[in-house]
């Protein structure tokens, strides 16, 4: 997810495979959305996957990682 809009926003970046916890992760993100701008979904580019993620965390205020129970 390319950097964009609001610079000055907090941002939470919420990390977890998207087919992990579905119900709770879109449960997290609502909640988090009502408070700061949530970083989590990264659409095709030309940087991997892994680029775009560690770019995107370095740029977060607050990191929340989902595990299974």
Not at 4 to 22: H, I, K, N, P, Q
Not at 46 to 63: E, G, I, P
């Amino acid at each position: 997810m390319a950097l964009s809009g609001d610079e000055s926003a907090f941002r939470v970046y919420l990390s977890s495979t998207v087919d992990d916890l579905s119900d709770e992760r879109v449960l997290a993100a609502r909640i988090i959305g009502c408070h700061a701008r949530v970083v989590d979904s990264y659409a095709a580019g030309v940087h991997s996957t892994v680029v775009n993620c560690l770019r995107d965390a370095r740029h977060c205020h607050l990191h929340v990682v989902r595990t299974l129970r």
